[in-house]
């Protein structure tokens, strides 16, 4: 049997019955518009994290409370380690390879201006925070180089914070109460909008040591080190750590480069995206059953054509070549389909949203076709072999 005669065959199958072929179809389209959706929310995010941290440069670290490794200590022990502090990020940012060392500290307070009353994010930093996340002001300044210890009690509102509070009246040099205590306001932020998961233009920004003390806390939660790119990571983490160890006497902290908490970050993503991925085959394998059903159905439906094909010559392995390349057409066409929905949908939502973080994944576009493939062919085996093994005679009789 040629190639054209069982493209032939194959085409005739499909197209004698329109709606239930389109239907069977259907079933995989579903199942491959669904993986292309889903994978394309996850390298989307995947992405847009990327890019969160490529704004900030690759020459940052982070220092945290605790170490990475848990280990078996008695809680008497773990009650003598230092907490991160205001002059551990002073000792930092003095040195060499040093370009900036912020200490911070966030929470929740109530703040008052104009007569008006909300609760607001209050950042605690310094005037070195500008360097890391780049921020742009609307009017006046960013917090001023006072003495880390003692600074002055000046505020910076976000761009959110400033309209509401305000609206179109300035707010440069006017007195608010954060947390019952009195500040003034040393500048006005442009929008920023969200910054690794914080909405900066609802936040409100104050030197990290009035922050402690609004807290009633002794830490600060992490200590951002920016440091000069012509210096090495290794050389940079290297002196920190020998520094911090000297001044806590143990490695109750942990040091982060930006290269490490994106590949972490990438991990946690790209564990996500194949969990989707996973979720999404399911509809696959629903509609490999689909044509499962339909190719059982065809076979009892054609067996006095089975049995004529046999009768003219036609081999078992012939007649089971038909019935699977019609299987794998019903999986292609519907794999083509569901890259058309899928692919569809994605572009959709990028035009409507722009500012929702989806990207269509070429592997996971390539798979789930590929998938969709060895799905059809699995699931015409048994209906191809079982036309293949009907005896000639008894299927030219089958009524």
Known sequence: MLLREVISFTHQAVVSHRLRSGLTALGIAIGVAAVVM?????????????????????????????????????PGMLNTQRPLTIEDAMAIGRLPGVIAANPTRTGLLEVEASDRLRST????????????????????????????????????LGSTIYKEMYGDKPALGDSIRIGGSRFRVMGVLAPKGEVLGLNVDESLVIPVARALELFNANSVVEIGVRYDPSVSVEEVEASIRRLLLARHGVEDFNIQTQQQMMDALGSVLDVLTVAVAALGS??????????FTIMTIAVRERTQEIGLLRSLGSTRSQVQQLFLSEAVVLAALGGAMGLLLGGGV??????????????????????????????????????AGRAARLDPLDALRAE
């Open 121 to 156: 994010v209050i950042i605690g930093a310094t005037a070195d925070m500008q360097q890391f996340l780049q921020f742009d002001l609307a009017a006046g300044q960013f917090l001023p180089k006072d003495n880390q210890l003692a600074p002055r009690a000046l505020a910076v």
């Open 346 to 383: 994605v572009l959709l939502l990028g035009l409507a949203m722009p500012s929702l973080p989806v990207r269509l994944s070429i592997p996971y576009v390539i798979a789930a076709e590929l998938i969709s493939l060895v799905i059809g062919l699995a699931a015409g085996v048994v209906p």
């Open 282 to 291: 399911i509809s696959l394998f629903v509609g490999g059953v689909g044509i």
């Open 38 to 74: 889903l994978t394309s929310m996850g390298e989307g995010l995947n992405q847009f994290m990327v890019q969160e941290f490529a704004q900030f440069g690759t020459n940052n670290l982070r220092i945290g409370l605790g170490k990475k490794e848990t280990i078996g200590l008695s």
